[in-house]
């Protein structure tokens, strides 16, 4: 099937992923459309906005003779998210936003300063004029839902380091995909940022990673940050906190494992909900919707990244001594090696010739894709993947919500987890992601999916395995 038909199925999760330099004219992926729906996960332990769960949960299945690993309970030491004790130093004068964040708003957006040893010595080399690329990946934040692509914080903060750097080539690299966490986050940064040779590598996940999959979540975003951390180019990370309008957010879950590696941590939820608690603006004065912010909510965020920037480079020349200490993982390690095996890694089989491959482009731009669109059945199809090494096995696929199903997934002929891809009443179809099965070692396991006949099912689509 061509794009062009998808497109219109799968508008609401295009990837915005740009890389350009200040001296070339930007490539614009919005000419394929982009959301302007809320497209973040919930945190309210649902995973789509009618709260259908994306797993199915009365029917879990029998692990049987698999030998899989438990998840271990979430962290509980966590900071709590509304102390914000720490700014009680700065001054509180009322915020107006023509007038630019206030010093209490600088105060309480930096959580954690960080080690800056790798962002001064980035910001030395774009000073020398010599060539940088700043990344950014994230959820629809990051992709510029309700701001568009020339106005979003990720656009904004690339044009920062061109014009205090005028000597310097500056690559800008945006890999934002609604409706994503740090699970999906992890499996795909090789691909679309650590493959461009980042220097600085903004992270934004806050509202996007959920209490319903706390544990996944956590170990997903500390092996995200080492991921990046040791990546060939050694980037520098700065981590970003969002937050709904309800204050909902996971940020204390993220800002705990950043400063264990004292990266930067810079905290929009605090900044922004402290003032609209006080009643200096409202909400809407920064968001059209519950989570995303618009234009002068995007500018906001920029002058409270620019302004930590701002810091860093005067200070730059200053800064020596050695790196963030990432050699002892804080939480876990467990998807460190993650990819993402697409048909353009791996092949599947399906001997009723149900399931078609693509190599196009569908759910957010991610290339490849097994697919049926078929009424009354699915003639007993199952898409199998043979000699697959794993440690960690999750599968992506299509979230619908007219024509979906529920998917046995079975691993070495044992059921080890329903998915299910129905989303009824929900914003639009998007790309989602289940974890499946851990093991205590990696080996070579046969991987089936196993689409069931529900009412109404007729449209599947796998978009890859998650594997490390």
Not at 53 to 58: F, I, K, R
Not at 104 to 131: F, H, I
Not at 199 to 224: A, G, I, P
Request: aromatic residues 8%; contains cysteine.
């Amino acid at each position: 099937m061509k794009f062009k038909k998808l497109a219109a199925i799968m508008l609401s999760t295009a990837l915005l992923l740009t890389f350009t330099a200040c001296s070339n004219t930007e490539n614009n992926p919005s000419d394929t459309g982009t959301p302007t729906q809320g497209s973040s996960a919930n945190t309210d332990g649902t995973a789509g906005g009618d709260g259908t769960p994306a797993e199915t949960d009365g029917n879990e299945p029998s692990q049987g003779s698999l030998a899989t690993v438990a998840e271990e309970a979430p962290p509980s030491n966590v900071p709590d998210l509304n102390d914000y004790s720490y700014a009680d130093g700065a001054a509180d004068t009322e915020y107006v936003i023509d007038n630019g964040i206030t010093d209490r708003m600088v105060a309480l957006s930096e959580l954690n300063l960080g080690n800056t040893v790798r962002l001064a010595n980035a910001m030395k080399k774009a000073a020398a004029g010599e060539e940088i690329t700043v990344s950014f990946i994230g959820g629809s934040i990051t992709q510029g839902s309700s701001a568009g692509d020339n106005d979003c914080y990720a656009k904004l903060v690339y044009e920062w380091f061109c014009t205090t750097f005028p000597s310097a080539t500056v690559n800008y690299n945006r890999a934002g995909i609604g409706a994503t966490g740090s699970y999906i986050g992890v499996h795909r940064v090789e691909r679309d940022v650590l493959s461009n040779n980042p220097d600085v590598v903004f992270v934004e996940f806050s509202v996007n990673d959920t209490t319903e999959n706390t544990r996944r979540d956590v170990d997903s975003y500390d092996s995200l940050l080492r991921k990046i951390w040791g990546s060939d180019s050694k980037p520098a990370v700065v981590c970003i906190g969002m937050t709904q309008e309800n204050g909902t957010s996971v940020q204390n879950y993220h800002y705990d494992i950043a400063k264990s590696y004292d990266l930067p941590f810079i905290s929009y939820r605090n900044a922004i909900l402290d003032v609209i608690n006080k009643g200096y603006i409202k909400w809407t004065d920064i968001s059209d919707d519950n989570i995303h912010p618009n234009t002068v909510g995007h500018k906001v965020l920029t002058q409270i990244i620019t302004h930590y920037l701002d810091k860093v480079n005067s200070e730059k020349d200053t800064v020596d001594g050695a790196e963030s200490d990432f050699s002892t993982a804080y939480t876990s390690d467990k998807y460190t090696n993650a990819v993402t095996l697409t048909p353009n890694e791996i092949t599947a089989v399906d001997e009723t010739g149900t399931f078609k491959e693509s190599k196009d482009s569908v759910f957010s731009n991610m290339t490849g894709y097994w697919m049926v669109r078929k009424k009354g059945g699915f003639d007993g199809a199952k898409l199998v993947f043979n000699d697959v090494e794993a440690k960690n096995v999750g599968i992506l696929y299509g979230r619908m919500t007219g024509g979906g199903t529920i998917l046995d997934v079975y691993i070495d002929g044992v059921l080890a987890k329903s998915v299910d891809t129905r989303f009824p009443g929900g914003w639009g179809n998007y790309a989602e992601a289940a974890h499946i099965a851990s093991f205590e070692e990696s080996a070579k396991h046969t991987i089936e999916i196993v689409p069931r006949d529900e009412e109404d099912a007729s449209m599947i689509y796998i978009s890859g395995l998650l594997i490390s």
